[in-house]
Nanobody, 117 residues
Framework: QVQLVESGGGLVQPGGSLRLSCAASGSILRFYAMGWYRQAPGKQRELVAAPNSGGSTDYADSVKGRFTISRDNAKNTIHLQMNSLKPEDTAVYYC???????????WGQGTQVTVSS
């Protein structure tokens, strides 16, 4: 059974930083890919950061240079470091994992990020 649990969301002022974490049940080495998505009110869920088939990482244009995805294999956790946050970054952030290409998408429950003064 695969479980993903996000944490680290909250309220932050514009220009501030947050670090999101996603803890997986079991080793994250078994995942083909793990990434982050977000969904703002009234909008579709969108990619924030995720590895691509070429071995590099895709970032949404709106977060390039501000957000960084990383992983800690020893702790079975991936992170999303978010700097220079903007009000438009306000959304529920979801961790996503796939065990193999084209396989089922596993999702966490989401963590709310609110950027407001």
């Amino acid at each position: 059974q695969v479980q993903l649990v996000e944490s680290g969301g909250g309220l932050v002022q514009p220009g501030g930083s947050l670090r999101l974490s996603c803890a997986a049940s079991g080793s994250i080495l078994r995942f083909y890919a793990m990434g982050w998505y977000r969904q703002a009110p009234g909008k579709q869920r969108e990619l924030v950061a995720a590895p691509n088939s070429g071995g590099s990482t895709d970032y949404a244009d709106s977060v390039k240079g501000r957000f960084t995805i990383s992983r800690d294999n020893a702790k079975n956790t991936i992170h999303l470091q978010m700097n220079s946050l903007k009000p438009e970054d306000t959304a529920v952030y979801y961790c996503n994992g796939q065990l193999f290409p084209g396989g089922r998408n596993y999702w966490g429950q989401g963590t709310q990020v609110t950027v407001s003064s």
